[in-house]
């Protein structure tokens, strides 16, 4: 099998991080601040190291900034509603800015504020997948309170600008949400060198951890324009009402899933050691590679099949734009294939595992349902060479 699902959840997971998994389950025996024995503080270590790996990661001044959450959805709604509501029930007015390439983990949270007063605005990408930092900053209004950037889509895979967008935001006053699910584990993602205000991740894909698991980065400082939108248990100031100011006790009500944490933390550091040393080329080689053997076989670089060749009729959403500009995810469709077949064809005939459907952004694409492959750090030279060949292939014979 070749897995070219990553953007879904990656595969295969480091042997580090199964047997974190397993270690945590056969012996710790407690919840992180629940308690002063042995159990309890082991769970807390672990935490606390998870916390740490992913700090250096994206290099935070603070560990404390890192709040875990369910996955990244929840940390995306968590910023979202927490910046909007407060000020909605106030009496302000919010405005939102995001763009057609978000997921529903962004449009679905922006409806609902919409719903209640909020008014948003979605920013087209442009030719290459490319949100321009202009339409972003024409967008900005006296009322805009957010705006959420998707780092790079699930669809197109291209990165966007995040830094220029920032800094333009930043001298208006608007703070940033970055949605780092496909990037982070990826490329090199610093807090400290894009200047956002929130980033949103997800643990399970480019991390290498279990599912379950994700965070929010919140900018030292920025933690009062956020409102928790849960309460209740944190293991600290068990005497008040209130739900605790400090981080990250702010965010984190309940008991903690320290089994995913115990994996999540071995696969930041497997990240950490594995790629960011090699300045991630691990992925580029592949990819570079992916992209090379599709342009042998007709694929011009805007991503379109030319007449005559064996890609004819196929095209990449955002086209194939230079490795060092983009992750691993690649869009496909044609202009007579239904790429549910040709999905199923690829899995069962080829042994290719990618994704058809809308992958949860159903602007992203004009609405369209595409095939994607999604890359990994296991994914090799040799894998990328026979996926390339496989997905041209079986187009080509369903067109007939």
Not at 81 to 104: F, K, Q, Y
Not at 113 to 142: E, F, K, N, W, Y
Not at 267 to 277: A, F, H, K, S
Request: glycine residues 12%; proline residues 6%.
């Amino acid at each position: 099998m070749i897995y070219l699902d990553n953007a879904s959840t990656s595969f295969p997971k480091p042997p580090e991080v199964v047997e974190a998994v397993a270690r945590c389950l056969s012996d710790v025996s407690g919840s992180a601040g629940r308690g002063a024995h042995a159990g309890a503080r082991r769970a807390a270590k672990i935490i606390d190291s998870c916390r740490d790996a992913v700090a250096e990661l994206i290099e935070a001044d603070r560990p404390e900034s890192i709040v875990f959450t369910h996955n990244a959805t929840d940390a995306l709604n968590m910023a979202i509603r927490g910046v909007a509501e407060p000020l909605l029930r106030r009496g302000e007015r919010v405005h939102v800015v995001a763009s057609a390439l978000d997921h529903n983990s962004v449009l679905r949270p922006l409806e609902f504020v919409r719903s209640i007063g909020a008014s948003v605005t979605i920013v087209d990408a442009g030719p290459g997948g490319v949100v321009p930092p202009s339409s972003i900053c024409h967008a900005l209004r006296d009322d805009t309170r957010l705006v959420v950037l998707n780092h790079a889509s699930n669809v197109t895979g291209i990165v966007q600008r995040a830094a220029e967008i920032a800094a333009d935001c930043r001298a208006r006053g608007v703070p940033v949400l970055l949605d780092a699910t496909q990037t982070l584990g990826h490329v090199g993602v610093s807090v400290r060198e894009l200047g956002v205000d929130l980033l949103a991740f997800s643990g399970h894909k480019g991390l290498l951890g279990p599912t379950g698991t994700g965070g929010l980065y919140v900018r030292p400082g920025f933690e009062d324009h956020v409102e928790p939108l849960r309460r209740g248990g944190t293991g600290t100031e068990s005497e008040s009402p209130l739900q605790p100011r400090s981080m990250p006790e702010r965010f984190e009500s309940g008991t903690m899933n320290v089994a995913g944490l115990a994996g999540l933390d071995a696969g930041v550091r497997w990240v950490l050691r594995e790629c960011v040393r090699d300045e991630y080329s691990r992925e580029r080689l592949p990819i570079g590679v992916f992209m090379g053997v599709l342009n042998e076989l007709g694929m011009d670089p805007a991503g379109r099949g030319q007449d005559g060749s064996p890609a004819r009729g196929l095209s990449v959403v955002g086209g194939l734009a230079p490795s060092g500009a983009r992750v691993g995810v690649f869009a496909f469709v044609h202009d007579s294939v239904d790429v549910h077949q040709a999905a199923a064809m690829l899995e069962s005939e080829r042994g290719v595992v990618t994704r058809a459907g809308l992958h949860c952004a159903p602007l992203a694409a004009g609405g369209r349902a595409t095939l994607r492959a999604s890359f990994g750090p296991m994914v090799g030279v040799d894998d990328a060479v026979i996926a390339a060949g496989a997905i041209v292939e079986v187009f080509r014979s369903l067109a007939g």
